[in-house]
């Protein structure tokens, strides 16, 4: 009889085993896919882009590439689509079909990994800034508009980037008249950057941001559509060099390769910020304590009208806060198709900061000259291009 019970207690045992085994999921083999990231003009690299997978289970697999464009991702064997984005991919992405095998490394080819437009820009032309032709250059296409389609709300509307060039509020040319004040325009900017468009804004465009007429020359000038205690500047700038500034950004560091430099002013009369507000603003570049390129998700407006901004390519995308467990959240612009499973998750709709319905602001106090020579400030301004 013991005998017998010792053999059914060995048997229950083995079947135990068997059964363990046989319900016990597979754990994916990993592979690489790595390659270079370039601008659409296909010989600039550019730093600090986002790269990523998701798994079937929806789980996300990102790096960064580095200051040279290069990127390395280790990621669950099979087919897959890697995602390339700047900013919160919405106005730059490029999506590629990958196979990644076990143990191997897959080699995107420099023709693939060209980073895409999606978003429509346009900008306003100015006396001392020419923001365009550095877009241009980077192989991008933007529109130019005049102040006077900033009154109209359906133009601007067209678009989801809008570039103020430092000058353009007294640029004159045949049928646009050197600005005063203009609540329209004023009105119009806020509700564009409300219903998600996004603006860049530099030096004596400030005018744009804050009131003024051609600049902004005291704090409380009046117009803008800033609130005077979340930013103040004057125009009371030097020309010359301003040494040893620092990137006070780190992704913004690590996407240049620097994070020091010197900054040339070459005319005076540049807008200095006075006073931000720190929970409004988040300093980018900066000397000592002063602020010398801002940014900020934070601006909404509740009472400006809803509308429809941007370019339609944005109709079956979103943009999501995937959360990942003991790190940091990243911000990502996936197929809305994908949206439910990516919320059983945890993920949130919306960028990870700032708010989810609107744009992004970037204001600098440099720009580049007229002369070209504007140093190791032109990364920065890339930068800005692209993360807007």
């Known amino acids: ?60 697999y990102h790096t960064y590439s580095d200051s040279d464009g290069k990127f390395s991702l280790t990621a669950p064997e099979g087919n897959t689509t890697l995602h390339i984005q700047t900013g919160d991919g919405q106005n730059f992405r490029t999506e590629i079909p990958v196979t990644i095998k076990k143990n191997e490394t ?21 006396s001392y800034d020419e923001i365009e032709s550095i877009i241009t250059r980077l192989g991008y296409t933007v529109t130019e508009i005049t102040y006077q389609d900033l009154k109209n709300l359906n133009t601007i509307a067209q678009y989801d980037i809008i570039f103020l060039n430092c000058g353009s509020r007294n640029y004159t040319q045949t049928g646009t008249p050197t600005p005063g004040n203009d609540y329209n325009v004023y009105s119009n900017l806020s509700t564009f950057v409300s219903n998600g468009g996004s603006i860049y804004s530099s030096d004596w465009a ?79 570049v900066q000397k000592g304590n002063e602020p010398l390129m801002i940014r900020t998700g934070h601006y909404t407006n509740p009472s400006a009208p809803q509308t429809p901004v941007g370019t339609s390519l944005n109709n079956n995308h ?19 198709n994908a949206w439910n499973a990516h919320q059983t998750h945890g993920d949130t709709l919306g960028p990870c900061t700032g708010n989810s ?26 930068y800005v291009i692209l993360n807007l």
């Open 1 to 60: 009889m013991m005998l017998c019970v010792l053999v059914f207690l060995a048997n229950c045992k083995g079947d135990h085993s068997i059964a363990s085994e046989e319900f016990t999921p597979s754990v994916p083999q990993n592979g690489k896919v790595e390659g270079t990231i370039f601008a659409k003009n296909g010989t600039k690299p550019i730093g600090g882009t986002l790269v990523f997978t998701i798994d079937q289970e929806n789980r996300v």
């Open 106 to 126: 897959f080699t995107v080819a420099a023709a693939d990994s060209k980073l895409n437009q999606v978003a429509k820009m346009a900008y306003v032309k100015g």
């Open 206 to 284: 400030s005018a744009y941001l804050v009131g003024g007429n051609t600049n902004t020359e005291h704090c409380t000038a009046p117009g803008g559509f800033i609130n005077d205690n979340l930013l103040c500047l004057k125009d009371t700038g030097t020309a010359g060099t301003y040494s040893n500034c620092s990137v006070s950004n780190a992704s913004l560091a690590t996407a240049i390769g620097f994070n020091a430099l010197d900054i040339e002013y070459d005319m005076g009369a540049w807008e200095k910020i006075q006073n931000y507000d720190p929970a409004f603003w988040e300093v980018l």
């Open 318 to 336: 979103i943009t999501i806060c995937h959360h990942i467990p003991n790190d940091n959240n990243i911000t990502i612009t996936i197929n809305q």
């Open 357 to 382: 319905n609107n744009g992004n602001i970037y204001y600098t106090t440099f720009h580049n000259h007229a002369t070209g020579n504007i140093g190791e400030t032109a990364p920065i301004l890339e």
